[in-house]
């Protein structure tokens, strides 16, 4: 089956300093990425939906300076949290869609846990 | 607006029955899909409905009635490996997943 691949698993980082998640889809093009957020004993936070090739879509409350997104290719797309702070630690997680596949072809990269200190 | 209800927690005996209610509120409708999520992990997909009726697949069924706008998760014969959350989502008209809460499943022996 379809499988995104996200790295890192888990990163701790200083508050100030700046941390570059990657996506990347292993077996089919990614043409839409969205990317999350899930603080503990929360749902998944949609932060933004990016296409390939064009500006993400970032949701309301989301700050696109601190936390830029690109997908330049089908099959990688990053999310950089920038001048991280405390408050930022959370869970990360990418999902890729695939159209024209079983259940619109949502499928989830495996997630990177950010603690920054 | 658009809203995803599930319980918080529920607790089972491994070896039972248990039955995971969600109910939801969306601005156009294109399926309704459950996830299991392990702490520390990312969701992994159970199911998918998009027509009125039970989807069986082994010990795991999903039930969709678009009138009442609910949905269930029903897991039989209940292992200890089944404690996790379960996500409801829905998807709505511009095909964006709108997520519930997660309900907590834990199995005790």
């Given at each position: 089956?379809?499988?995104?691949?996200?790295?890192?698993?888990w990163?701790?980082?200083?508050?100030?300093?700046?941390?570059?998640?990657?996506?990347?889809?292993?077996?089919?093009?990614?043409?839409?990425?969205?990317?999350?957020?899930?603080?503990?004993?929360?749902?998944l936070?949609?932060?933004?939906?990016?296409?390939?090739?064009?500006?993400?879509?970032?949701?309301q409350?989301?700050?696109?300076?601190?936390?830029?997104?690109?997908?330049?290719?089908?099959?990688?797309?990053?999310?950089?949290?920038?001048?991280?702070?405390?408050?930022?630690?959370?869970f990360?997680?990418?999902?890729?869609?695939?159209p024209?596949?079983?259940h619109?072809?949502?499928?989830?990269?495996?997630?990177?846990?950010?603690?920054?200190? | 607006?658009?809203?995803?209800?599930q319980?918080?927690?529920?607790?089972?005996?491994?070896?039972?029955?248990?039955?995971?209610?969600?109910?939801?509120?969306?601005s156009?409708?294109?399926?309704?899909?459950?996830?299991?999520?392990?702490?520390?992990?990312a969701?992994?997909?159970?199911?998918?409905n998009?027509?009125?009726?039970l989807?069986?697949?082994?010990?795991?069924?999903?039930?969709?009635?678009?009138?009442?706008?609910?949905?269930?998760?029903?897991?039989?014969?209940?292992?200890m490996?089944?404690?996790?959350?379960?996500?409801?989502?829905?998807?709505?008209?511009?095909?964006?997943?709108?997520?519930?809460?997660?309900?907590?499943?834990?199995?005790?022996?």
């Amino acid at each position: 089956g379809a499988v995104v691949s996200q790295h890192p698993s888990w990163v701790i980082c200083k508050s100030g300093t700046s941390v570059k998640i990657e996506c990347r889809s292993l077996d089919f093009q990614a043409t839409t990425m969205f990317w999350y957020r899930q603080f503990p004993k929360q749902s998944l936070m949609l932060m933004a939906t990016s296409n390939e090739g064009s500006k993400a879509t970032y949701e309301q409350g989301v700050e696109k300076d601190k936390f830029l997104i690109n997908h330049a290719s089908l099959t990688l797309s990053t999310l950089t949290v920038t001048s991280a702070h405390p408050e930022d630690s959370s869970f990360y997680i990418c999902s890729a869609r695939e159209p024209g596949r079983d259940h619109y072809g949502y499928t989830f990269g495996s997630g990177t846990r950010l603690t920054v200190v | 607006g658009q809203n995803i209800d599930q319980p918080t927690e529920m607790t089972a005996t491994e070896g039972a029955i248990v039955q995971i209610n969600c109910t939801y509120q969306t601005s156009g409708f294109n399926g309704l899909f459950w996830y299991q999520q392990h702490a520390g992990e990312a969701p992994t997909f159970l199911s998918y409905n998009v027509l009125d009726g039970l989807e069986e697949k082994g010990r795991f069924s999903s039930f969709l009635s678009r009138s009442k706008g609910y949905s269930y998760l029903l897991l039989k014969e209940l292992q200890m490996k089944d404690s996790a959350s379960y996500l409801c989502a829905a998807m709505d008209s511009n095909y964006q997943l709108i997520w519930g809460a997660g309900t907590k499943l834990i199995i005790k022996p």
